[in-house]
Every structure is written in structure tokens, then in C-alpha cells.
């Protein structure tokens, strides 16, 4: 499961897993400041002509009675089917003509480790041979100590055929578990660092374990000894000492990953410490890189990590603080279905397990993303997965059902309009917001982010609050009435170690608004 903030016994509705915008840099060396960065994304591709803040999410429940689901697949046999992952150990499949099948299509309770909050079956992949070679391939701990297991289950026959296991004794938490296959037919398996709390084994940054990684491997050809092949393209094949399975590394806990099925690049969305949630995006083929953790934890050098002089570093395309509700990211998807084709079409999809968020990124065409928050998904949501055709379905843990994802075109009722000042250390920012709407405000409260570095020391026309990146700012006594087409003015004062950008994205009264120049 997604993993917890916090070691030690925690109780099940506890949580499971434990956004600042940013621009792609060229590479700077350990010891730059704010972070260390090789630039990781792909050239932009194309945006779908709707803003991201007009676009809304819902969600449709279509199935219940699922027992902790942690993860979704589509095999694309024709059948229209899902296939549904439960933390005990079984395989349920969803039909939206006849619902969730009674009997599970597999049971290997036997042969997993459930214990404590985020042990179990966690991963599921679906070959595309499938319809011919009725083969799975399961990613979850196993009896009777917990080691991160890869695994083969032949359908026919009822066979689990263990492939790759990696040692996870010392702590329950931080499995990962996410299985796919990549635009080259490769299998691609995330590994949690092995759990604890500040990377006591300083897994992220070695080579020499599985634990931090996203691992790549060929299972359909056995190699010596292995019942898989180290595919010769492989990172690390030919460094001493190091694993040859490693295809990225410097990961804390990579829950949740997907590929873009239009263009192979590859979306991560790692959990973070406690300070920051973080999303990658990296082109097609970028093996090797270095993702950060223990030395940085999003974009911030994190206290008491692991660093190595010179090394470089491969920064997130977006972070986000737990102080705006959330815990723990849920990486999804992509969007390229037809039905919303029109309207996100090119566009990520995540959220997060506490706050329910649904996150939208796009590349923006100038080396950034696009970011809105468009909706809210059921609570703890653990995994969101796509059907055959790209539309997009998720599960959440308690108490356990399948929900249908739903957009919709819907205009922002609020825009904020910014203008900037900076010199030095300082910024001031002033803010416009208007009412587009057809329905007056009466009490607002506008949300939105800092640049990691900035700290407020003033505001004006408002009643201001900071906490970590994430600034509240609410309405005087004088101003809080603001009339259809009407607007409000407000500002502050901040003191900044680098990054002067304003905020890019904004909420009125928990809704997105359009942001101007």
C-alpha cells in the first residue's frame, strides 16, 4: 500500500502512503542550491486548447465490496474487462456490463505477507501476449519475511513462478509495487527504500540494492540462473558492484508510475518525507537518472540525507506540501481516451490519498507545466488505472470500491490577475482577483503556493497566513463582498533565496481560478 508518514504501529484508517511548479534546468552539481537538477522531461507535446482550471473531475462508483484494493490492470483481450488487485492476496475482475465477478480469477493468499499496513499484493501487470500466453505478472511481499517479490502467474495451470526478490525485513513499509511494461516490451518494477524514516539504509542513493529503484528487466527470456534477462541497454549493467536490474534510482517511494502511451515518457509520483510530495516526468529512454532522495526531498535538500559531492540530480516537475491536506501522492495517468479527448487530451492525472486532490499537469510548450487542481476523487484513493481504450477508473482503500473517472467543461468562477516586483532578496506581489461568476462572494478565502525559499513578512487588504509553501489569505472586514464582475485587490511583501516567481495557480473558496498575466 501506499506508505505511512510515520514508523511504528498505526491503526488501518491511519494513512497508508505518506505543488510548487518547476522549470527544467540544466545540470548543477550536489552542492548548488536550491537543487541539483538534470532535466529529465521530454520536449512538450501537444495541449489540449482547454485551460486546465476549466476543466472539472468526477468520479461514478460502479462496484463495491473490494477488500483493500491496491492496484488496477487491463488486458486488452477483447473483453472489456479490469483486472483488480487486493492487498490479502486476490485478483477480482470488473466487467461494466456484468460488475465484479463473486470469485477472484486468482488466490495467492498462501504465498503473501500482509502484515501491517502496507504489505501484501500491491502490483499487477498484464503482458501484451495475454490473450495467447494467459500470463500475469504480480509484484507483492512475500512469506514469511516480507522480501519484495516479482512474480509470474500462469492462468493456466494456476501457477505462481517467483522471478526477482529483494530483502525487506527491517521495516514494513516503503514496498512500492507498481508494475508495468514500457513502450519497449520491458517489464518496469518500483521498489520502496525499505522503509523507516529518513532513509536509515540509505537505499535511495546506492546501487549495490533494489530498494529506491525503478527496475527494468526482460521476463520474456531466462538468462543463466535467471528466470528473467538484465535487457545489455540497462544503466548500470557494465558498473561494478552495482545491480544490473537498476533502471533508475535515488526513490523514496514510487507507488504509483505510468507510461504515456502516446509518446513512451514515463510519469513517477514518489511519496515524500513529510515536507513535499513530488511527480516526475521523464522522456523515453532516460535510464540512469538520479531522482534525489535522501540528498533532496522535492525540491528541498533534505536535513541529515545522503550526498554525494558532484553527483547531479534529476528534479521534479511538481511538488506539493502536505500542509494543503495531503499525505500521500498517487501517481496516475495520462489521459488518451476518446470520450474527453477534446477537452484533456495530453493531460496527467494525479491525486493524493489524504486531501483527495485531483492534480492536472500539461506541458506548457515552453519547458514548464501547466498545474490545476480540477475536482475531488472518493476518499483514499490508492491507484488509478486505464482501460484498453485510455479512460481512466480507480480504486480506493476503505472501505473499498471502483469508481468511473468523468470530465467536464466548466469555466472558473474566480481569475486572479498578478503583478510583480523583485530585487535582491525581496518580492512584492500584488494580486487582482475578479469575480466571474454569476453569483456575488460574500467571505472569501484564496489559497495558493509560495516558490520553495519565499517567506511572506507583509500583506495588505487581507488577513494573511503562511504555512510551509502554502499562504491563506482571507478577507479584511471592509472587503469581503465582491459583487458578479467585481474585484478585489491584495499583496504582500516576501523575502525570497532564489526564486522570485509568483504563484501559479490559485483557489477561491476551494474552487480553481484562471490566472492571468
Excluded at 236 to 265: H, K, Q, T
Excluded at 351 to 380: M, N
Aim: charged residues 20%; negative net charge; hydrophobic residues 35%.
Amino acid at each position: 500500500m501506499p506508505r505511512s508518514r510515520r514508523t511504528g504501529p498505526l491503526s488501518l484508517p491511519l494513512v497508508l502512503l505518506a505543488l510548487l511548479l518547476s522549470t527544467l534546468a540544466t545540470p548543477l552539481t550536489a552542492t548548488a542550491a536550491p537543487c541539483a537538477t538534470a532535466s529529465g522531461a521530454p520536449p512538450t507535446g501537444r495541449a489540449a486548447d482547454v485551460p486546465l482550471t476549466s476543466l472539472h473531475a468526477t468520479t461514478t462508483q460502479v462496484a463495491s465490496g473490494l477488500r483493500r484494493p491496491t492496484a488496477l490492470a487491463a488486458p486488452d483481450d477483447g473483453t472489456g474487462r479490469l483486472f483488480v488487485t487486493e492487498k490479502s492476496g486476490t485478483v477480482r475482475v470488473y466487467h461494466p456490463d456484468t460488475g465484479l465477478a463473486s470469485t477472484p480469477l486468482l488466490d495467492i493468499k498462501s504465498s503473501v505477507d500482509e502484515s501491517g499496513n502496507e504489505r501484501g499484493l500491491l502490483g499487477i501487470a498484464v503482458p501484451p501476449d495475454f490473450a495467447t500466453s494467459r500470463q500475469l505478472y504480480l509484484a507483492y511481499t512475500a512469506l514469511p519475511d516480507g522480501a519484495v517479490t516479482l512474480a509470474r502467474y500462469r492462468l493456466d495451470g494456476a501457477r505462481l513462478e517467483p522471478l526477482l526478490s529483494q530483502e525487506h525485513a527491517e521495516y514494513s513499509n516503503h514496498n512500492g509495487g507498481q508494475l508495468a511494461f514500457g513502450p519497449d516490451g520491458h517489464l518496469y518494477w518500483s521498489i520502496g527504500d525499505g522503509g523507516g524514516s529518513a532513509d536509515p539504509l540509505r537505499a535511495g542513493q546506492r546501487l549495490d540494492t533494489l530498494l529506491g529503484k525503478i527496475l527494468r528487466v526482460d521476463v520474456n527470456r531466462t538468462c543463466g540462473e535467471r528466470a528473467y534477462c538484465v535487457p545489455d541497454d540497462n544503466p548500470f549493467v557494465d558498473v561494478p558492484g552495482a545491480r544490473p536490474e537498476i533502471w533508475l534510482y535515488g526513490l523514496r517511494n514510487p507507488w504509483r508510475f505510468s507510461f504515456d502511451r502516446a509518446d513512451g515518457s514515463l510519469w513517477i509520483g514518489d511519496v515524500g518525507q513529510g515536507r513535499w510530495e513530488e511527480i516526475d516526468h521523464l522522456a523515453p529512454g532516460r535510464g540512469g537518472l538520479n531522482l534525489g532522495w535522501s540528498c533532496y526531498e522535492g525540491l528541498e535538500r533534505f536535513e541529515g540525507g545522503d550526498c554525494a559531492p558532484g553527483e547531479q540530480y534529476t528534479k521534479p516537475v511538481f511538488t506539493y506540501s502536505p500542509y494543503t491536506g495531503g499525505c500521500s501522492v498517487i501517481g496516475g495517468h495520462v489521459y488518451r481516451g476518446k470520450k474527453y479527448a477534446d477537452l484533456a487530451d495530453g493531460t496527467y492525472l494525479a491525486t493524493d490519498y489524504c486531501s483527495s486532490t485531483v492534480w492536472a499537469l500539461r506541458p506548457d510548450g515552453s519547458g514548464g507545466y501547466e498545474q490545476a487542481e480540477i475536482g475531488e476523487l472518493p476518499t483514499q484513493v490508492t491507484s488509478i488505472g486505464a482501460t484498453v481504450d485510455g479512460e481512466l477508473y480507480m480504486v480506493n482503500d476503505l472501505p473499498g470500491g471502483l469508481h468511473r473517472l468523468s470530465l467536464a467543461r466548466e469555466e472558473p468562477t474566480c481569475r486572479v490577475d498578478r503583478t510583480v516586483q523583485s530585487w535582491g532578496t525581496g518580492t512584492k506581489v500584488d494580486l487582482t482577483v475578479t469575480n466571474t461568476g454569476t453569483t456575488p462572494v460574500n467571505g472569501w478565502r484564496l489559497e495558493f503556493p509560495l516558490a520553495l525559499g519565499q517567506t511572506v513578512v507583509s500583506d495588505w487588504n487581507t488577513d494573511l497566513t503562511q504555512g510551509s509553501n502554502t499562504v491563506t489569505a482571507a478577507n479584511a472586514p471592509y472587503n469581503a463582498a465582491v459583487a458578479p464582475g467585481g474585484r478585489v485587490t491584495l499583496g504582500y511583501l516576501a523575502d525570497h533565496t532564489g526564486d522570485s516567481t509568483p504563484p501559479p495557480r490559485f483557489l477561491l473558496n476551494g474552487d480553481a481560478c484562471a490566472v492571468g498575466r
